[in-house]
């Protein structure tokens, strides 16, 4: 392995180095920790490195690999985790000031499983405070640059998981996803992101936005290694109590090329309107999959109008109670400056919380509040059951769905921090699947004239990731919508 090889690193391609012994998995977690501190400047992508604890882990696949033992399927792949997933003795800032210091006193199961898999965590990247956002824009750590196209946005609230991926400075990546955060940012950056059904991955440590909305997903370069992390992460946790006892299915041995005769479902909500470089990439994409024997229909989701609304609603009620615990006793930092209690209460939060997360809690508290709670949270539940419905229907006719991730690409940094509505309404086709609770992933599906990145959305029925992943790298395989004429 020369050191240029390392931002294409692929779990393949460590798993032979590593076998032939070419390189042991010390040498990689160093080389990989050298490179990543090195280009970070670039990005501002990782907040905090945690080399200790990467070579460690890679100690302990090295020992394993010298007594002849199995060091597992992740075995010194280098990784990166968002800075909202609890990594004991390493800082967890969630991307707020209130966090600044916040060492996490355990680690989240996600973390235990790809450690017990072999995987080197190399450090922690940068997000949208506590993951509300959709540019990265939001963090107390200054934004980050797409790597991409430095004078844009990676997408949010994961855009530091995003732009990790996709600089090379980790293989693979674990983000969250609570209405687009985890495909969004994959879409702008170019990589592979996936949101998997809602309790497929335990949430255990991974800090709440909106509980009943949040979820832990890969990032990857390849549909392969994303769907091999879903694979190592994924599975009943007691410490989850909504964490789903399916079993979980050995997702790369799905990824058969095995699509012809797959029907997939154009939502006609979606695509109603939409003349765009994005739109002509996706359908491009869409004649890619016809090309490969699926049967493409059109379908209906016809509650989609009402979808930003109703997630806007629920997401920052949750999100209102979750964060009422950051009261200057707990967790955080404590406003100085306080002669009562009352006061360093108001002054820690005030202080503490940037804009967005005001706003929310804000919007929460009124939509939960006495006399509002009918006409605004208890409708926006139903509204939610009639969407979740439309899918369920939808996949009583198709097998997958495809739409755009974005209605546009990478945007400029700036471009639309002044405008939180406009903000909101880019998450039109990500919230839908986390409404209804579904597996659901971007995959790369070419560039704009610009050279921008454009992902392709994938969505199936609960617990389908197997055939998901296997129309995704059927996709990829054939190489995604770059037949554009
Ligand atoms: N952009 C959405 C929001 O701001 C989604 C965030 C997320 O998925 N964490 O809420």
């Known amino acids: 392995m020369t050191p240029s ?24 977690a160093q080389e990989a920790l050298r490179f990543a501190q090195a280009e970070n400047p670039k990005t501002n992508a990782y907040l905090h490195f945690c080399p200790e604890r990467a070579l460690a882990s890679a100690r302990r696949v090295d020992e394993k690999l010298a007594r002849g ?10 990784i990166a985790v968002k800075d909202v997933i609890l990594t004991e003795g390493v800082r967890t800032t969630c991307g707020s000031k209130l966090l600044a210091n916040y060492i996490a006193p355990y680690d989240a199961t996600a973390i235990m499983r790809l450690e017990a898999a072999g995987g080197v965590i190399l450090g922690k990247t940068n997000c949208d405070e506590f993951a509300m956002g959709s540019s990265t824009e939001n ?66 440590g991974l800090t709440a936005f909106a509980s009943s909305l ?26 989850d109590a909504t964490s789903a006892f399916a079993p979980v299915p050995a997702y790369t041995a799905a990824l058969d090329g095995q699509v012809r005769g797959v029907r997939i479902g154009l939502p006609r909500e979606y695509f109603q309107g939409l003349a765009s470089e994005t739109a002509d990439l996706i359908m491009a994409g869409v004649e890619t999959l016809r090309g490969l024997g699926c049967e493409v229909r059109e379908i209906s989701l016809p509650h989609t109008e009402y ?32 002669a009562t209690l009352g006061d360093m209460y108001r002054n820690t939060r005030g ?39 439309d899918f369920s229907r939808a996949f009583e006719e198709v097998d997958a769905i495809v739409t755009p991730v ?27 699947g986390d409404l209804a609770g ?16 454009v992902g392709m959305q994938i969505l199936a029925s609960h617990f389908n990731e197997a055939g998901m992943f296997r129309l995704a790298a059927a996709f990829e395989g054939a190489g995604g919508a770059a037949r554009l004429a």
């Open 139 to 204: 963090s107390a750590f200054g934004p980050v640059r797409n790597p991409v196209a430095p004078d844009r946005v990676p997408g949010g609230s994961s855009g530091g998981s995003g732009a990790v991926t996709a600089q090379g400075t980790a293989v693979v990546a674990l983000g969250s996803d609570t209405g687009g955060s985890i495909r969004q940012p994959a879409s702008f950056c170019g990589v592979v992101g996936v949101t998997p059904t809602y309790g497929r991955v335990s949430r255990y």
């Open 69 to 78: 033992e199995d060091a597992g399927a992740l075995a010194g792949v280098p």
């Open 307 to 338: 979808a930003i609304g109703c997630y806007y609603i629920i997401c920052t009620a949750e999100a209102s109670s979750n964060l009422a615990r950051y009261d200057g006793v707990r967790y955080t930092s404590r406003s100085q400056q306080s």
């Open 5 to 28: 090889e390392i931002p294409t690193l692929t779990v393949a391609r460590v798993r032979q180095g590593l076998a032939e012994r070419e390189f042991s998995a010390v040498e990689l």
């Open 351 to 389: 202080e503490g919380f940037g804009a967005e997360c005001k706003r929310r809690i804000m919007l929460g508290t009124y939509v939960l509040s006495a006399g509002y709670y009918d006409a605004y949270y208890l409708k926006a539940q139903k509204v939610r059951t009639l969407i979740a419905r």
């Open 438 to 453: 579904i597996p659901c992933m971007s995959v790369p599906c070419g560039r704009t004239a610009a050279g921008l990145p």
């Open 406 to 432: 974005s209605p546009f690409p990478a945007f400029k940094l700036g471009e639309k921090l002044d405008d939180p509505l406009e903000m909101y309404l880019s998450d039109i086709y990500t919230i839908t």
């Open 214 to 239: 949040d979820h832990i997903g890969p990032f990857a370069r390849n549909v392969h290694d994303a769907a091999l992390l879903l694979q190592v992460i994924a599975g009943r946790d007691p410490a």
